[in-house]
């Protein structure tokens, strides 16, 4: 059982640069994230999903871009690098509610994670 | 504003010693609680959550979290930490709906010494 898989794990890149993180997931979750986590700030929402062809801002969207052609992947997209974007970035999926069972909704299940440094 | 307060930025505690890491919130509507632990080079496992009922919930790994509404606050407890409980923690609080609501605390690193 796969979980959440992103690729890939290591980059580097020249300021300037652009890339795209692909995000993986095959637990049929609806809901989909891309977070960045940086020393003594937790995580923070990028962008998110709530269902295939959709896709909204989070806290901090800019010089992001993200894509849900299909329903298991989500790509993250950097256009022009900068190195303030040198973090790790985390995906992460949720089901989707159903009910009075929002739980699942909202548990959050991680891939790996992907350290990306811009020089 | 909604956030997430873990006021210790790392805790360091001897195997077999009994350990609690604070959390503190501050949400509008009813929360929902989240412990998550992340290994080194790894992304986040959910430990525990908290929806409803009763206030002391168990997970994974032997950790227990008590919701005190009145404080504002979800402290994690584990009674014996083993040395594979080195980690960073994270507390998270959300609403209904959808994780895109989940705000993080910024973690506790936990170092066990032997």
């Known amino acids: 059982n796969a979980g959440v898989t992103q690729t890939p794990k290591f980059r580097v890149l020249k300021t300037g640069q652009s890339m795209t993180l692909l995000c993986a997931q095959d637990?049929?979750?609806?809901?989909m994230y891309w977070y960045r986590q940086d020393p003594g700030m937790g995580l923070r929402l990028i962008h998110y999903s709530v269902g295939e062809g959709t896709t909204a801002k989070g806290e901090v969207p800019d010089g992001y871009n993200v894509s849900r052609l299909k329903k298991q992947n989500f790509l993250l997209g950097l256009e022009s690098a900068a190195p303030s974007q040198t973090s790790v970035y985390f995906c992460a999926s949720s089901s989707h509610a159903t009910g009075t069972g929002l739980s699942g909704a909202n548990v959050l299940t991680f891939g790996a994670g992907s350290r990306l440094t811009v020089l | 504003a909604q956030s997430v307060t873990q006021p210790d930025i790392h805790i360091t505690v001897s195997e077999g010693a009994s350990l609690e890491l604070r959390c503190n919130y501050s949400y509008g509507a009813t929360p929902y609680l989240f412990w998550y632990v992340q290994s080194p080079g790894q992304g986040l496992q959910l430990l525990l959550k908290?929806?409803?009922?009763?206030?002391l919930v168990q997970g994974i790994k032997g950790f227990e979290a008590e919701f005190k509404r009145s404080q504002s606050s979800f402290n994690l407890r584990k009674p014996s930490v083993h040395w594979s409980d080195a980690a960073e923690y994270f507390c998270a609080v959300g609403g209904s709906g959808g994780g895109f609501k989940t705000i993080f605390g910024a973690g506790t690193r936990l170092f066990v010494k032997a």
């Open positions: 637990m049929n979750h609806e809901y």
């Open positions: 908290y929806f409803s009922g009763d206030t």
